[in-house]
């Protein structure tokens, strides 16, 4: 579900390239540059297996042309891609950056999951990533919104953030956010997104429209 909502609120005009941090095996990136066929797309992981599936997906969906995978790591900071600035960059970090905060994950997901060098080396090398005026957009934990916006207020502004409810009165869990880099416009505080209703549907109304590509996570 997050990478889906991740990939429904890109909104890349055509010609503007797009950076994925930690894109796994594209299923966010991928489902990105369906919905912005006039973008073009890099994605960067660090797990060589990932990588190699990544890549696989792109070959499989004929999206050569418009995407790269490339393998690296977000803590050697954005200089290492030894690329010029994107138009935008979006990601879903790992969730957590303390081990003692939660029990292990599974040896296999636990890069998915732990940020090693915590959330401001995940939130630092998508502002270094982005040209003035260019967005990032993080999905993450809902508890971690006044980190993101600290960290994120260091290089960035403009925020726009949109709370994601699993039912409207149950609280949110997760939290959109975008950053206009050197952005000066106030905050705003999106309608939430309701992913379930309480009549049994498996989704609301907006929450299947966007999963079957019929509609965007707009951000106005």
Do not use: Y
């Given at each position: 579900?997050?990478?889906?909502?991740?990939?429904?609120?890109?909104d890349?005009r055509?010609?503007?390239?797009?950076?994925e941090?930690?894109?796994?095996?594209?299923?966010?990136?991928?489902?990105?540059?369906?919905?912005?066929?006039?973008?073009r797309?890099?994605?960067?992981?660090?797990?060589?297996?990932?990588?190699?599936?990544?890549?696989?997906?792109?070959?499989?969906?004929?999206?050569?042309?418009?995407?790269?995978?490339?393998?690296?790591?977000?803590?050697?900071?954005?200089?290492?891609?030894?690329?010029?600035?994107?138009?935008?960059?979006?990601?879903?970090?790992?969730?957590?950056?303390?081990?003692?905060?939660?029990?292990?994950?599974?040896?296999?997901?636990?890069?998915?999951?732990?940020?090693?060098?915590?959330?401001?080396?995940?939130?630092?090398?998508?502002?270094?990533?982005?040209?003035?005026?260019?967005?990032?957009?993080?999905?993450?934990?809902?508890?971690?919104?006044?980190?993101?916006?600290?960290?994120?207020?260091?290089?960035?502004?403009?925020?726009?953030?949109?709370?994601?409810?699993?039912?409207?009165?149950?609280?949110?869990?997760?939290?959109?956010?975008?950053?206009?880099?050197?952005?000066?416009?106030?905050?705003?505080?999106?309608?939430?997104?309701?992913?379930?209703?309480?009549?049994?549907?498996?989704?609301?109304?907006?929450?299947?429209?966007?999963?079957?590509?019929?509609?965007?996570?707009?951000?106005?």
């Amino acid at each position: 579900m997050d990478a889906a909502l991740l990939a429904a609120a890109c909104d890349a005009r055509p010609g503007e390239r797009v950076l994925e941090a930690g894109c796994g095996v594209g299923g966010a990136l991928l489902a990105a540059a369906c919905r912005r066929p006039e973008a073009r797309f890099v994605g960067l992981e660090r797990d060589p297996a990932a990588v190699d599936l990544a890549q696989e997906n792109v070959e499989a969906n004929g999206f050569t042309d418009r995407i790269a995978i490339v393998q690296g790591e977000v803590e050697a900071g954005f200089r290492a891609l030894a690329a010029e600035p994107f138009d935008a960059a979006f990601s879903n970090p790992p969730f957590f950056d303390d081990p003692a905060a939660l029990r292990g994950p599974a040896p296999a997901k636990s890069g998915a999951w732990m940020a090693d060098a915590g959330l401001g080396a995940w939130t630092g090398f998508l502002l270094k990533a982005v040209r003035e005026g260019g967005s990032v957009t993080v999905i993450h934990r809902a508890d971690r919104l006044a980190d993101l916006l600290a960290l994120l207020s260091a290089k960035a502004g403009s925020f726009r953030i949109r709370p994601i409810q699993p039912f409207a009165d149950a609280p949110a869990k997760r939290v959109m956010v975008r950053a206009i880099k050197t952005g000066k416009a106030p905050l705003v505080l999106l309608p939430a997104l309701v992913l379930h209703p309480r009549d049994g549907a498996k989704h609301t109304d907006q929450v299947e429209a966007i999963l079957r590509g019929e509609a965007a996570l707009a951000w106005d």
